[in-house]
């Protein structure tokens, strides 16, 4: 991947948007542009030094040295991960970083796979019937967000993480309040308990 490629892939990771960039860096939209699409041949080391840091990354990563796009160096990455993950892996923050992913990504597989385990014992269990109309309302809801009605963060797409993240809550609650619906809408005689 070039450099080209690069910044414009770790702006549209970092969610923002060129007129972001362009406001930190006190340059005009068009010339962030030019540096997205290969206009700008040569860029000096004092244009990618504060481009990296706009993009929360390092110049080793945007010229493509390392393939490591985290700036493990960076105050607000570390401020964030202070307490004890951090110190439990002896300040690696990397490690710690490491760690805190695969604990967000075991909760979203948590939410997505299991069934309400905690309430099943007291409302009712979904039909096959409840099943198809949760999915069909859901894929409804999903299509309705799309990036032209305002889903999407400056002008671009979320990423397939943040879609995981919706649709698992909204399945969640959306099962939540059919079992709740149920429970409190079943006739007495008609319940099974």
């Known amino acids: 991947m070039s450099i080209h490629e690069r910044i414009k892939a770790r702006r549209k990771e970092c969610d923002l948007s060129v007129d972001d960039i362009a406001l930190e860096l006190g340059v005009s939209r068009a010339t962030v542009y030019r540096y997205e699409s290969a206009e700008i041949k040569n860029m000096g080391i004092d244009k990618i030094e504060p481009l990296a840091k706009v993009l929360k990354t390092t110049p080793e990563y945007l010229m493509g040295w390392i393939d490591d796009p985290v700036n493990y160096n960076d105050p607000e990455l570390i401020a ?29 597989s948590d939410i997505r796979d299991k069934n309400i385990k905690t309430s099943s014992k007291t409302l009712p269990p979904l039909t096959p019937k409840d099943e198809r109309e949760i999915a069909k309302d859901l894929e409804a809801m999903l299509a309705a967000l799309d990036d032209k009605s305002g889903m ?23 099962r939540l309040a059919k079992q709740m619906a149920k429970k409190k809408f079943t006739p007495k005689k008609y319940r099974k308990e």
């Not at 307490?83 to 075991?106: I, M, N, S, T, Y």
């Open 80 to 108: 964030d991960l202070q307490g004890p993950v951090l110190d439990h892996f002896d300040g690696d923050v990397k490690k710690a970083l490491e760690f805190r992913k695969a604990v967000d990504e075991d909760a979203i």
């Open 152 to 174: 999407a963060a400056y002008n671009d797409p979320e990423d397939e993480e943040d879609k995981e993240l919706l649709r698992a809550s909204l399945e969640y609650s959306m």
